[in-house]
Nanobody
Framework: QVRLVESGGGLVQAGESLRLSCAAS????????MGWYRQAPGKQREFLAS???????NYADFVKDRFTISRDNGQNTVFLQMNNPRSEDTAVYFC???????????????WGQGTQVTVSS
């Protein structure tokens, strides 16, 4: 069983930088992507960014200039660098790991428990 554990959330002031981390336990096989999502109270969970095991990145337009995703394949860890966070960035941030393989036998989709990020003005 693969587990994802997020860390790095907390209370920050608007404009301060923070970095979220997500560590995946166990061995990860095949082409895959690790990404970040967030969900604010009363809102839908929304995609933020992802990076594949071969380095391809994808960003939501509304965070592209402020957030940066990176990945350490050796540690099975993904990071989200959040620069100039705003109060509207307050949400629970979730880590995701999913297979990009077309083979049915190789499919997986894992989620972390989430970490709270609160941005104060």
């Amino acid at each position: 069983q693969v587990r994802l554990v997020e860390s790095g959330g907390g209370l920050v002031q608007a404009g301060e930088s923070l970095r979220l981390s997500c560590a995946a336990s166990g061995r990860i096989f095949g082409l895959n992507a690790m990404g970040w999502y967030r969900q604010a109270p009363g809102k839908q969970r929304e995609f933020l960014a992802s990076v594949s095991s071969v380095g391809r990145t994808n960003y939501a337009d509304f965070v592209k200039d402020r957030f940066t995703i990176s990945r350490d394949n050796g540690q099975n860890t993904v990071f989200l660098q959040m620069n100039n966070p705003r109060s509207e960035d307050t949400a629970v941030y979730f880590c995701n790991l999913r297979s990009l393989s077309s083979a049915v036998e190789g499919q997986y989709n894992y989620w972390g428990q989430g970490t709270q990020v609160t941005v104060s003005s």
